[in-house]
Structures are given as C-alpha cells and as structure tokens.
C-alpha cells in the first residue's frame, strides 16, 4: 500500500502561479511513475505530468513550458510548479502513484485549483 497526502492548490488569479506537494509513504517501489491528473466539473480525468522513476518526464501539451514537475527522492515528495495559470487550468489536481511492476496504482485525496479573476 502506498498512502499519498497533497498540499497546496487554491484560489489564483489569471497569470498567477500556484505549488502543489504530494509526499508518499509505505511501500514505494523502485520502479514507479508518480504525478498529477485533474478533473474538472463535467470533463474526464486527464493526465497533466508525470515523472518515471528513472527521471523522466511527460507533460500534457497544454500546459508544457508552463508547469514543472520534481522531485525530492529522499523525501518521497513530488512537486507541481504552475506558473502562467489559465482559467482551463481549473479542477481538482489528484496525484497518483503507480507501481510499474505491479500495475497498482494509488491516488492522493485531491486538491482545488480555481484560476479566476
């Protein structure tokens, strides 16, 4: 089981930047991929980004060049660095962990982003 608590998210205006932490605890794997999906209301989850285990890294085209996903390995904490937010950034930011041997995959409690004037 790995157990997965956010922090961050929250109320920002147009151009603005928010930071979202997802740390995880419990079994972590050494082979894993961990990040962030947002849903918001009346749309299907998506993918934002993602890290691999061995560093690499997969963005959703619409945000590339304005988020930034890293890592603390000692920590087990992942970071979301969003800056230049739009409006359609808004939703519920969920981070993910998944086992790529397993193929279990976890989920954190979820956290608000609303990008709004």
Same mark, same amino acid.
């Given at each position: ?11 920002? &205006? ?12 419990? #079994?972590?794997?050494?082979? =894993?991929?961990?990040?962030? =999906? ?25 945000? %590339? ?9 000692? %920590?087990?904490? *992942?970071?979301? &660095?969003?800056? /230049?937010? %739009? ?18 995959? =976890? ?7 609303? *990008? /709004? #004037?």
């Amino acid at each position: 089981q790995v157990q997965l608590v956010e922090s961050g998210g929250g109320l920002v &205006q147009p151009g603005g930047s928010l930071r979202l932490s997802c740390a995880a605890s419990g #079994s972590i794997s050494s082979l =894993y991929a961990m990040g962030w =999906y947002r849903q918001a209301p009346g749309n299907e989850r998506e993918l934002v980004v993602r890290i691999i285990s061995g560093g690499s890294t997969n963005y959703a085209d619409s945000v %590339k060049g304005r988020f930034t996903i890293s890592r603390d390995s000692a %920590k087990n904490t *992942v970071y979301l &660095q969003m800056n /230049s937010l %739009k409006p359609d950034d808004t939703g519920v930011y969920y981070c993910y962990f998944r086992n790529l041997a397993s193929r279990a995959q =976890y989920w954190g409690q979820g956290t608000q982003v609303t *990008v /709004s #004037s």
